[in-house]
């Protein structure tokens, strides 16, 4: 494969999932790790990514609260967080998770909405400080560089004491057979942590990410309430999940 074609595998694997590992795209493209990392290290001097130890994260992940139109299907996420909206109401008390579209969310909430707020994400907790009528509570412990998100037992135990109406949640990998999945394993425990202090969790994916998995398992598909994806709920690439106790918006 030449160098040109691994570049555009690269981009096109961190812009889906935001974060990748080196292990997992040298595996994919039959290459040596040595190699991968060249092209990250190329890529990040390009500034078309950026390189993390052991992997890659796009441009777009990192956020502050200065908008960042450089993310990934920007317009389908924007769709999904309008949608999203409609499950919210004055006076409820929701978790919003760390991620992209979760991010878009936190934008969207109109500002005359009387919310409480829970999140471990830095970038969500700013975005939602720019509205006066919503209590942000930020969920802390470690912060993850990468994800800019609280992990690590503090955040876990802090989650162990709240209920929430709704948590919005992201993920990387979503299949109608193997549930939510990613490949952190800190992630994927506060995740489990988040969906258990919800009475409902809603699911935030673009359609891409869709009969996909990796090897950590955050919970089954039937574990979360709704998803929401930009597509139509008859659309057939979502026939499979109506086959479960899942709500599609």
Partial sequence: MLKE?????ILSEVELHNRILLTDIA???DVSIDTVRRDVKELDADNKLRKVHGGAISLGFRSNNTRNDN???????????????????DGG???????????????LIPTNLDL??????????????????????LVGGQVS????????????????????????????????????TEFDWDIVQVK???????????????SEKLNSQHRYKTCDINAINTMITELEPENDLLKPFRNHDIRLI
């Fill in 5 to 9: 074609e691994r570049h555009q595998t």
């Fill in 27 to 29: 595996e994919a493209l």
């Fill in 71 to 89: 993310i990934y299907k920007l317009d389908h996420k924007i769709k999904i967080a309008e949608k999203a909206l409609g499950l919210l109401k």
């Fill in 93 to 107: 008390v929701i978790f919003v998770d760390g991620g992209t579209t979760c991010l878009e969310l936190a934008r």
């Fill in 116 to 137: 409480t707020c829970f999140t471990h994400s830095l970038p969500v907790a700013m975005e939602l400080l720019t509205k006066s009528k919503i209590t942000v509570i």
């Fill in 145 to 180: 560089r990468e994800s800019q998100s609280a992990i690590g037992a503090n955040a876990i135990h802090n989650l162990s004491e709240i209920r929430v109406d709704y948590s919005f949640i992201g993920t990387g990998y979503v299949d109608s057979y193997y549930g939510l």
């Fill in 192 to 206: 489990k942590a988040i969906i258990k202090s919800s009475k409902k969790s809603v699911l935030l994916s673009i």
